[in-house]
């Protein structure tokens, strides 16, 4: 029988992220080693959805519905995929490294009785089998790992591989199945989004974002200034920056913010964790200031400047105020 991959669809206000589509992708290119993907998609109501997809994927799809699933939460959602399953006997079952993804993941691999591999971002095979490649330490270091069990949930960091575009002639299958759930140990009750009003930051041309290697957030000037120099500029953060409260979370690049593609980004004092160029790495140009020659946001960056940001902008700002 043949072997399948499953990918577990993740919603948000009614369509599939693009998270989801990402996955799709790592699927197919897993699958090329010899297994099926296959889709499914827990929701309250996802038989368009489902039918969607199954058209444009050519991917065959399982919904499972119920009114407990219209929020993420980890036991209903955890019961009945599980429940879907165990008539599968997946080699692999692959979610987005999302708040829900590596929410779920682990809970299922316990369930399933097979291993975990987070966030991964490279996929290599050879005649012992496949490899999974994840960053470690802010991006300092990468591990390879195989899977010690037979099967393996799987976690895919978004940015890693592009989201699936491919058109299918032939539609896949669509079987929605119902769920039921007697009450777990925790309920949604509210979800909302903050009150915060929408960042500048997905219209901009020119991203100037700012690492905790500015500092101290008086120095937030001089990173505002540089943004202003452009008509269509803005500014962004590393998450460290939000921690720091310095700047809002709406400004936070990177995986768990926001997801840029500007046609020029400066990252200031940014050491270049995966988690923040997995938000960034799609800008047609990356400048980077760092005074540390080996920062690893130097990888991507088109243009390198080994200098102290507090020297180097001040300095840049002065030029193009005397050329204005
Ligand atoms: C689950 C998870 C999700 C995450 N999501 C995100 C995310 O969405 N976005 C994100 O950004 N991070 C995210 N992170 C955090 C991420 O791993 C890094 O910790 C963070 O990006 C580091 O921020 P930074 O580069 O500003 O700070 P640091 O890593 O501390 O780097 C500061 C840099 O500034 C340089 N520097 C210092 N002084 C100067 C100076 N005077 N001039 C020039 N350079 C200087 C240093 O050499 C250093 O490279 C996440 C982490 C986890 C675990």
Redesign the pocket.
């Known amino acids: 029988m043949e072997e399948k991959i499953v990918v577990i669809a993740e919603l948000s206000r009614g369509r599939f992220t693009r998270a989801t589509h990402e996955v799709i992708s790592f699927a197919r290119e897993l699958g090329s080693v010899g297994a099926r993907p296959e889709i499914i998609i827990p929701g309250k109501n996802v038989r368009g959805l489902a039918e969607e997809i199954a058209r444009t994927s050519g991917i065959d799809v399982i919904g499972i519905e119920a009114e407990a699933l219209d929020l993420y939460s980890a036991e209903p959602f955890k019961s009945a995929i599980l429940d879907v399953l165990k008539d599968m006997n997946p080699a692999y079952v692959c979610l987005p490294h999302s708040a829900m993804g ?1 929410d779920l993941a682990p809970g299922l691999a316990v369930d399933l009785g097979t291993a975990c591999i987070t966030a991964v971002e490279e996929i290599r095979e050879d005649e012992k089998g496949i490899y999974f490649s994840r960053s470690m330490w ?2 300092k270091i990468r591990a390879e790992l195989v899977p010690m069990t037979q099967r393996a949930v799987l976690t895919v960091l978004p940015g890693a591989w592009t989201a699936s575009v491919e058109e299918s002639g032939i539609a896949g299958s669509v079987r929605v199945v119902k769920a039921d759930f007697a009450s777990g140990t925790s309920e949604i009750t509210l979800m909302e989004a903050p009150g915060e009003r929408e960042s500048e930051l997905p219209g901009a041309d020119v991203i100037v974002s ?6 101290k957030e008086e120095n937030l000037g001089m990173i505002r200034k540089l943004a202003g120099i452009f008509s269509r500029g803005a500014v962004g ?5 939000c921690d720091l409260g310095w700047l809002g979370y709406k400004h ?6 926001r997801t840029v593609s500007p046609g020029l980004y400066i990252a ?9 160029i ?2 960034m790495k799609g800008s047609q140009m990356v400048i980077a ?4 020659p080996h ?1 690893p ?1 130097f990888n991507i960056a088109d243009y390198c400047i080994v ?4 020297e ?1 902008i001040p300095a840049l700002l002065e030029l193009v105020e005397t050329a204005r």
Do not use: K
């Open positions: 590596f802010g991006g700012a690492g905790r290697g500015i500092g953060a590393s998450r460290s920056v936070q690049i990177g995986f768990t913010g200031c004092g940014i050491s270049g964790a995966i988690q923040h997995s938000g200031i760092n005074t540390d920062a946001i200098e102290d940001l507090t180097f």
